[in-house]
């Protein structure tokens, strides 16, 4: 390492500026963050230290992101405190916070993609009204690389890096405000093993030099690697709190990851019987798209497979591709042996696919329009019946499902997260399908709603449907499917099957191999 | 991809104004949909009812002069519907396109390549010969084909290209505008005459409606608002320009690749503008000069967005445009007012109906 | 052919490229934030107006412009209010603003002028100051984007209006400047056709120029030196059909006339592919919407 940049650190060391005794740059106590009915965080703490890197472990929706952009700035917490540098915070306003020495590195990056990597390092901290020129802009990256031996290219524009490059670029601007706290969202998500190892590098020199760093991940080798501490939450609550790394092992860290056992609020399958209907009636065979390389899955009539796995990987472009919505890189999809048309919803509905989107506001619903339209949508006939006829037909449908509205001419906006979502399975469950791709169908509804919409999938399974159910919640899955697998690293791990190990799951998501796996 | 804690209430869209114009004129009341524009139009009005009074003359007396010359006497009205033909056609297929969140501007392009190409065919040696029929539906099928291949270009460009709509349309205008000159100059010219401009269409002339002095452009554009109507309200189509409209990822997920409904769009948009080219020409004009279309492309926007993006509103706001238009220079000449004010009511018509709209939603979202 | 390089034609060039050229930088202006303004042909037009009677008030050219540079600026808070606080769609207001200069233009020279009278003719400037003044504005805007914070941060705004927010740059502020200095100098390029060449005020006289300087930001891609090279070129072609209109050539004058606009049509295709449009033009601002 090269002689680094002029740093506030050079003023007053490690700690002694702003820490408080215990050498905490950052205390945050009692954190609760609420959105509507979801409690995402309830009274969480989390301490960070100077030369420490703490590592924050969860699964999905554990509250990790919101807890730390409430950090940040980027969100507020409802109740509790952050004290940062000794004093407490009081505006949550991201310039702020970065001009307290706060630095942010998320998943999708704030860059401009049409600047160079110096210019966007110019633009987010300016020194007056003039920029300086492109020598010593460039001098400014060039200094900031060498200290910290992340190489990014100046020549090209930034949306024409690489994701390690324009990753790497974040960083380095974190650094170039000298932030003493540096918070990294998943940041080797999309590195190689390579990009991963020097980034681990990196952060320690920074440690090192009296900064505190925290860093959110699922995988486990990078916690042992790169953490000192380690903090887990689940459903928005501390499970290990602030303790030290070397304290725990692989499979610990695993299993408080995955949480409690729930109460068993949904539809428990286990003693169901498992006569067989139309084997292989759902294929996916060598799908490669985004992050998925050639992944195949099988799924049987009457058979509920589950698809667990961190999200990232690769669950939104298996959905894309299943759906018709993007014409997959290779591989195909097949319903009853007949192969779907990249590319075409029809078809995919006329081959009896049923697709119930994780978004369903984006996907599958169109809010401006009257629930009778959106029952229509995808099955639309060339010539429409009457609006008083739509209304009137409709009417059994939203009855069945039990969609609570104030009629079919009500328009989808006005609908509660779960009617949306029972109005979206009204029109995809209508009819018999012979599969069903469920993409997250429980996320966001509450737990009445939920419970009502797992029943009718696992009903349709019953029905001798083929259901690819994507899943977030292990609980939900370990409850409903038939077999597991996970998706990790762009393939696919498994199968497994009942009874579930909680532990090898989790580690499969955690991106490690268990003993059990061949 | 980040983890997410999902809010229970869909994330908050806030459209642009149009959009939230668009939605009203789809999803709102029948009060909605007339109460904005009605009261644009009055708002127009009372201002120019201000310029009116500054000029001298009574502004009550001015307004009931224009009323009267639409309503009495066959002339009057005969006039409106000559007017509003062109604005109801264009209109419509503004309407539709801009329902789909498609916005072009080259009407007026491909108004006048729908009118070279129909005079072009109804003046070339031997087919002029056709029966009459014929030859005058030949040369509006021609003319709206032209049209709408001339606005299938800038759909295409945009489509498979990325390049913006709203440029390319009014790019495609002045090109238009340069095969018209050539086309009077050159291509179509009447060789016995001094000026430029084409033959006379002679027997390709619209038949008046029997018993007026309208040609049946007037009864075609008519006829077609309520086909446009029920092709919006009851065909798949309609449905998918709509759902286009709001959100094209759902229709991608779940209908039919979203690329298809930007052309379709264009190409509606383009045939009706080209239609309308040939229908002036060979219902008014005669022939196709030099000065063919006046701002009319525009006009018709203003037609469209008054009509609420409705063929039926379209009708009414094509004629109440038309009318104002005409009883105006009848107005003018009794009061001696300048003849431009009835071109600054109208573009203040436009002008409150987007504020109105703007203030009606930042009330409603402030609520 | 070699009628294009006569001095004449090249100085033609000039005269007509001016203007457009100067309604082209204030298009650059605003587009670059993200805003597309069709209301350039409008606030032309109005700058064109408010330079004349300022001028014949005064006697001044050069308080002409600055009246067509206020007018212009006017009309872009205008716009501004409606398109990037009330998050109006741009282009149909665009239109609509247009549409009303038009006609308000008009209708107020009709007043003032009654027809049949003449209206004077004013003092003009000569092309040197006008050549002077549009070198000056072009050097002025590449300083801008390529030498100032304040610049800078106005293009990520076009480009990607959500990181300059996380930055903390304010995306409507800026967008609201730059709106209001692109409609000022629109006016400048109306009120510089007015005081400069043409010497005088007829209704509509911009005749679509402000148009034309859309498709200028475009063919140039939004850099401000190739934005005037391309108005010379606009003027070049103009020039080149007006004296070929007499003539008989092989090649149809008319085909001069539409070269302008092919050629931006290849351009828009070819920057759209190479992303060369700022990426949030003509979208509205929301954060936590994207």
Known sequence: MTARPQSALDRDGPGSRGATSSGALVEMRGITRNFGDTHALRGVDLTLRGGEIHALLGSNGAGKTTLVRILAGL???????????????????????????????????????????SQNLVLARPEGILIPGARAARDRLNTLIEYTGLSVRDDVPAGRLSVGEQQRLELLRALDADARVLLLDEPTAVLTDQEAETLLNVCRTLAAEGRALAFITHRLAEVFDGADRVTVLAEGQEVISDELVADHTRAGLASAMIGQEASGTFTDRSGRSSENHVARRLVV????????????????????????????????????????????????????????????????????????????????????????????????????????????GSVAALDHWNVQSAGPAAQASTLSGGNAQKLVLARELNGEPRAVLACYPTRGLDPNAADTVAARLVSCADDGAAVLWIGAELDELLAVSDRIVVLAGGSVVGPFFPPYDRAALGLAMAGEASDDQP | MTATVTPTEPAEETPGLLARIAHRATAGGPINQVLVPLAAVVAALVVGAVFITFDGSNPLLVYREIVSAVFTGRRGFSDTATAATPLILIGLGYAIAYRARVFTIGAEGQYLVGAVVGTAWVTAGGISDMPRFPLIMSGLLLAALGGALWSMLAGWLGVRFGANIVISSLMLVYVAEAVLAWAVRDGIKDPDSFVNQSRQIGPATLPDLPGTSTHIGFALAVLLVPVAAVLMARHRGGFRVTAYGHNPSALDANEVRSKTVVLLVMVIAGALAGLAGMVETAGVSGRLG???????????????LLGRLNPVGVLFAGLSLAGLTIGFESAQREFDLPSSLVGVITALIVVFVVVGDALASRGKEAA | MDILFKIETLEAAIRLGIPVALVALGALV??????????????????ALAGYAANEATGSPWVGLLAGVAVGACSGGVLALLVVTARANQVVTGIALTLLAISATTYLFQLQYAIGGIPPRVNRLGMTPLVLMTLACVVALWFLFNRTTLGMAMGAVGEAPEAADALGYRVNHLRWVATIIGGGLAGLGGAALVNGPLGLFIGNVTAG?????????VFAGWRPGATVAGALLFGLCDAAQLRLQGTTTDIPYEVFLALPYVVTLVALVLRARASRTPAALGVAYVRGAH
């Open chain 1, 285 to 392: 065979s060598g799908l490669s798209l985004g992050r998925l390389e050639a992944i195949d899955l099988e799924v049987a009539g009457g058979e509920i497979l589950g698809v667990a796995g961190v999200d990232g990987n690769g669950q939104f472009d298996l959905e894309a591709a299943m759906s018709a919505r993007s014409i997959p890189d290779a591989g195909s999809v097949a319903v009853d042996g007949m192969v779907l048309e990249a590319g075409n919803p029809r078809h995919r509905r006329a081959q009896g696919l049923a697709y119930i989107p994780s978004d369903r506001y984006q996907f599958g619903l169109i809010r401006a329009m009257e629930l009778a339209d959106n029952l229509e949508l995808g099955r639309v006939p060339r010539w429409r019946e009457r609006r008083a006829a739509r209304r009137e």
């Open chain 2, 290 to 304: 030099a000065q063919a279309s006046v701002n009319l492309g525009f006009e018709a926007i203003i037609v469209a």
């Open chain 3, 30 to 47: 605003s587009e670059r934030t993200g805003v597309l303004n069709l209301g350039l042909e409008g606030m032309m037009l109005s700058g």
């Open chain 1, 75 to 117: 969100d507020r917490p409802d109740a509790g405190t952050v004290d940062l540098l000794g004093r407490p915070v009081a505006r949550f306003d991201p310039k702020a916070l970065r001009s307290q020495g706060v630095a942010l590195v998320q998943q999708h990056f704030t860059l401009v993609p049409t600047l160079s990597a």
């Open chain 3, 209 to 217: 120029r402000g148009w034309v300087a859309l498709a200028l930001v």
